[in-house]
T-cell receptor, first 116, second 111 residues
Framework: NAGVTQTPKFQVLKTGQSMTLQCAQDMNHNSMYWYRQDPGMGLRLIYYSASEGTTDKGEVPNGYNVSRLNKREFSLRLESAAPSQTSVYFC???????????????FGPGTRLTVT | GNSVTQMEGPVTLSEEAFLTINCTYT??????LFWYVQYPGEGLQLLLKATKADDKGSNKGFEATYRKETTSFHLEKGSVQVSDSAVYFCALSVGRRALTFGSGTRLQVQP
C-alpha cells in the first residue's frame, strides 16, 4: 500500500514550457486534490475532484488544468509555465461518502517545480 | 469564507520545553479541525484531529482541544524533542469541502 504517489519529485522548466504532474492513490479514495505550497502562505487549493468524472476549481486555478483519468489518478497540467508557478505541489486524496466520511486528507511527497 | 490563523514562526525551544502553537479559525458551518506536520523534504502527515466541540485530539504526546466558544484549536506538547522539529499546519474542513490551511509554524528544537 503506497498511499499517494507523485511524479516527478523535482522539475525545472523554462518559461513557456508545458508539463504534467502525475498523482496516483491506491486507497480507493474517491476525492482527490492538488495544492501548491509557497513560503509563508500555507497550502492553497488549485483544483479538486470530488469523484471520478468531476473536477472543480479551487482558490488558485489560473494557469492550470486537471484531468481525473480514473479513480486512482489525478493529473495537473501547466500549459505555459511562468515563474510565478515556481512552488511545491502536493496531491492529496480523501474518502468521501454519503455517510461516515473519512475527514482527513492523505498527502503525497510533493513535486518541487522551478520555472526560470 | 473559511480561514485559519496560526502564530508566526519560527518557534525556537530547548529540548524538554513546553510547546504551544496557537490556532484560531473562522468558518461557515461546523468544521472539523486538524493539525498536520511536515518534516523537511516530506509531504504533510496528519498529527491529530477533532470533529466536534470539546473533543481533544492527541497523538505522539501532542494534544489540541476543539474550543467552539473561542474558535481555537491550539497545539500543545509537554516536553518537546529535537525530533519534533518540523512545520506544523492547522487546518479545517466543513462538510465535504477541501481542507483550508493556516500558513504554518516552523518549530525548531535545540538540544
Amino acid at each position: 500500500n503506497a498511499g499517494v504517489t507523485q511524479t516527478p519529485k523535482f522539475q525545472v522548466l523554462k518559461t513557456g514550457q508545458s508539463m504534467t504532474l502525475q498523482c496516483a492513490q491506491d486507497m480507493n479514495h474517491n476525492s482527490m486534490y492538488w495544492y501548491r505550497q509557497d513560503p509563508g502562505m500555507g497550502l492553497r487549493l488549485i483544483y479538486y475532484s470530488a469523484s471520478e468524472g468531476t473536477t472543480d476549481k479551487g482558490e488558485v486555478p489560473n494557469g492550470y488544468n486537471v484531468s481525473r483519468l480514473n479513480k486512482r489518478e489525478f493529473s495537473l497540467r501547466l500549459e505555459s509555465a511562468a515563474p510565478s508557478q515556481t512552488s511545491v505541489y502536493f496531491c492529496a486524496s480523501r474518502h468521501m461518502t454519503g455517510t461516515g466520511d473519512t475527514y482527513e486528507q492523505y498527502f503525497g511527497p510533493g513535486t518541487r517545480l522551478t520555472v526560470t | 469564507g473559511n480561514s485559519v490563523t496560526q502564530m508566526e514562526g519560527p518557534v525556537t525551544l530547548s529540548e524538554e520545553a513546553f510547546l504551544t502553537i496557537n490556532c484560531t479559525y473562522t468558518a461557515t458551518g461546523y468544521p472539523s479541525l486538524f493539525w498536520y506536520v511536515q518534516y523537511p523534504g516530506e509531504g504533510l502527515q496528519l498529527l491529530l484531529k477533532a470533529t466536534k466541540a470539546d473533543d481533544k485530539g492527541s497523538n505522539k504526546g501532542f494534544e489540541a482541544t476543539y474550543r467552539k466558544e473561542t474558535t481555537s484549536f491550539h497545539l500543545e506538547k509537554g516536553s518537546v524533542q529535537v525530533s519534533d522539529s518540523a512545520v506544523y499546519f492547522c487546518a479545517l474542513s466543513v462538510g465535504r469541502r477541501a481542507l483550508t490551511f493556516g500558513s504554518g509554524t516552523r518549530l525548531q528544537v535545540q538540544p
